[in-house]
């Protein structure tokens, strides 16, 4: 509680002192050092080094220098720790969370440019810059964070490709649109970026996703950039869909996903086997009497 709420480091250097165990991990496997970062945890982590266990991960998957990575206001020193030659194969930089995300993810997630610029000097940078389990790049978290300036700096690597999309086919311009940040997506527009007609796997373009999301502000600025063309636009998906949906002439099958068509085909089955097990047994039954 010293170094998670504390405002100083005073309180949890004496603790440490009188021999105070900064690894012993709760019902969650978290170490005093698994929470967000204050001025307690950056000494913590600045002097105590040697006492940190920098691979104990918490019932989300995250290490300590997962949760140091996740602000603004952290450094390289606070993430930088010299490994015993026998560790150096199996590096804490490379460690991933329940979702995928490695410190990298974390970094640019909030913005922190030095702590970002670090990660991808890294030997194994190319691993932690691997999108998440969800398909979502470096890109994608860039476009989430308010600091929304880091999109130029990873545009210099050749590996982030602005064009890449998520396990649910959205773009960075989805993602912005669905968190509502306007300067973002005003952002992407200023590099050239048009993604605005551009459908995810459930054909939501990014308006679509921000009406879902209530993202007013993002719908407000992308009625003002063409709702002509986003008719058109529905026109001609609704045209291409009407050729491959069977049964045209039921309007309502055409909002059914494959998700719910495969629902519907399970419950079918399992309906048809209880009336035929019904069937039988009643012909059983009429046969003995």
Not at 105 to 133: I, K, W
Not at 164 to 178: E, F, S
Not at 266 to 282: D, E, Q, T, Y
């Amino acid at each position: 509680m010293a170094i998670r709420v504390g405002q100083t480091h005073e309180c949890a250097r004496r603790l440490l002192n009188h021999g105070a165990d900064i690894c012993r991990e709760d019902k969650d496997g978290r170490t005093p050092l698994h929470s967000f970062f204050n001025e307690a945890t950056s000494q913590v982590l600045l002097h105590c080094k040697p006492d940190i266990d920098v691979f104990s991960q918490d019932s989300r998957g995250m290490t300590v220098m997962h949760w140091a990575c996740w602000t603004s206001r952290s450094s390289p020193d606070h993430v930088s720790y010299r490994l015993p030659t026998a560790s150096t194969a199996y590096s804490p930089f490379g460690m991933l969370d329940k979702h995928g995300k490695s410190m990298l993810h974390f970094a640019v997630e909030r913005g922190n440019v030095q702590l970002t610029r670090h990660l991808l000097a890294q030997p194994n940078s190319a691993a932690m810059a691997a999108p998440d389990y969800s398909g979502q790049s470096l890109l994608h978290y860039a476009t989430a964070s308010s600091r929304f300036h880091l999109i130029d700096f990873l545009l210099q690597f050749e590996q982030f490709d602005i064009s890449h999309m998520d396990n649910h086919g959205r773009t960075i311009m989805h993602h912005a649109a669905m968190r509502d940040h306007v300067p973002a997506m005003q952002h992407l527009l200023k590099l050239g970026v048009d993604m605005l007609h551009i459908r995810d796997a459930d054909g939501h373009l990014p308006i679509q996703l921000a009406r879902l999301h209530h993202s007013e502000e993002a719908v407000a600025f992308l009625e003002t950039l063409g709702s002509v063309d986003e008719q058109k636009d529905e026109a001609v998906f609704a045209n291409k869909t009407s050729k491959r949906v069977v049964g045209d002439s039921w309007p309502w099958m055409r909002r059914i996903n494959r998700r719910n068509w495969f629902l519907l085909v399970k419950v079918s089955v399992v309906m048809s086997a209880i009336l035929l097990c019904i069937c039988c047994r009643a012909s059983f039954c009429a046969l003995i009497l």
